[in-house]
């Protein structure tokens, strides 16, 4: 199949995903505006625990702004993809509300917990019942263009609760506009415009294929949970994710058993920083070492400087991938009927 014919990749994709992935890096600019015309709460004191709630690509957005905070944030940052926020959330405490559609259950339950826990809400979102309430409640809200699939959003979605964090002086400047400005180069190589491309090359290993994705650290190991949620979601492909060091206490195991295993072909992908320790580095080449045969795994760099640089340009990197891989497999990457069937579904349970 020729990946390098536009029409070719867009055969199947009638609602413009990958449309939507190249616009990801003017979305991005988007919000950054659009959050920079909205007031930050003003926190009397600092707070104990912030939290993001959201499922999803909206809980993607979180685990970004998590790394953040475990890099150089001033409280614990925590992501709840639940239908409750922790016990020891309370008053002092901020909870981000992130849901694209505003619709979404299992947020909508975690901000009535966070409202009844005392917590300072703030809303991302745009619209549904989360803008409603929000509203109504008095709570600020970052109010994002809809009409997009909720995973294609990730920008609207981030952008707000960093300019939020970093407003509330909880997070140094994490240097967005920089971010955004290295996005913008990143078409050039993994659009489908750009044929030396290794974004196509890449979801041409793991078609018919089972992909492995370890993040070589934690930070990396939350893109890597994004890949596998839009690779499972455009794609419809399994994928299976860890993450550097932990994996080496148990996973590691599991490969002993794996080569007699009927599960087909798999495909390993390291996505790293480039930085790691001599320590971390060791770990991935002896892993991969007793792995053998196999799996073998392609290592994928993060581009720039800043943390954030990194983590865009990575997470944006498994955006193009399984845009590629859904063509590879022949279906449509908007569809999400297995979604749409369990929520039918709920919608019968009182
Ligand atoms: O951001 P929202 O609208 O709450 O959606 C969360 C998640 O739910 C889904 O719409 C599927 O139910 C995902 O595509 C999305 O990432």
Redesign the pocket.
């Known amino acids: 199949m020729n990946l390098n014919d536009r029409a070719v990749v867009t055969e199947l994709d009638p609602k413009g995903i990958l449309a939507l992935t190249e616009g990801f890096p003017a979305q991005c600019r988007e919000a950054f505006e659009i959050a920079s015309r909205v007031d930050a709460p003003k926190l009397e004191n600092r707070p104990g625990v912030v939290a993001l709630a959201?499922?999803?690509?909206?809980g993607a957005g979180g685990d970004f702004v998590r790394a953040i905070f475990e890099a150089h944030g001033g409280a614990p940052f925590i992501v709840v993809r639940d239908y409750a926020v922790p016990s020891y959330i309370g008053v002092g405490d901020v909870v981000f509300c992130?849901?694209?559609?505003?619709?979404?259950e299992e947020?909508l339950s975690a901000y009535a917990s966070a409202k009844k826990s005392g917590a300072r809400i703030v809303a991302v979102t745009s619209g549904g019942k989360l803008k409603e309430q929000a509203e109504a409640d008095g709570y600020t809200v970052y109010l994002v263009p809809g009409g997009q699939?909720?995973?294609t959003?990730l920008g609207y979605?981030m952008v707000p609760v960093l300019v939020a964090c970093h407003r509330m002086k909880l997070i140094p400047d994490p240097e967005i506009e920089k971010a955004i400005a290295l996005l913008e180069t990143c078409g050039e190589d993994w659009g489908p415009e750009a044929k030396d491309n290794d974004a196509k090359a890449l979801a041409g290993k793991m078609h018919g294929a089972l992909p492995i994705i370890y993040g070589l650290g934690s930070w990396q190991g939350y893109i890597a949970n994004r890949w596998r949620c839009q690779i499972n979601?455009n794609a419809k492909h399994l994928a299976f994710v860890n993450t550097y060091p932990e994996l080496n206490h148990n996973e590691i195991m599991g490969w002993v058993g794996a080569t007699g295993q009927s599960v087909g072909r798999y495909v390993g992908v390291v996505l790293e920083d480039g930085s790691e320790s001599v320590r971390m580095k060791a770990r991935a080449r002896v892993t991969e070492g007793l792995i053998g045969e196999t799996c073998s795994f392609t290592h994928v760099p993060a581009l720039g400087e800043t943390l954030l640089e990194k983590m865009l340009t990575l997470a944006h990197y498994g955006d193009y991938v399984s845009v590629y891989l859904a063509r590879l497999n022949g279906v449509d990457p908007e569809d999400?009927g297995s979604?749409n069937r369990l929520?039918d579904e709920l919608a019968k349970v009182s």
Request: overall charge positive.
């Open positions: 959201g499922m999803g690509g909206s992130a849901s694209y559609s505003g619709n979404t947020t699939p909720p995973r959003a979605m979601e999400i979604i929520k």
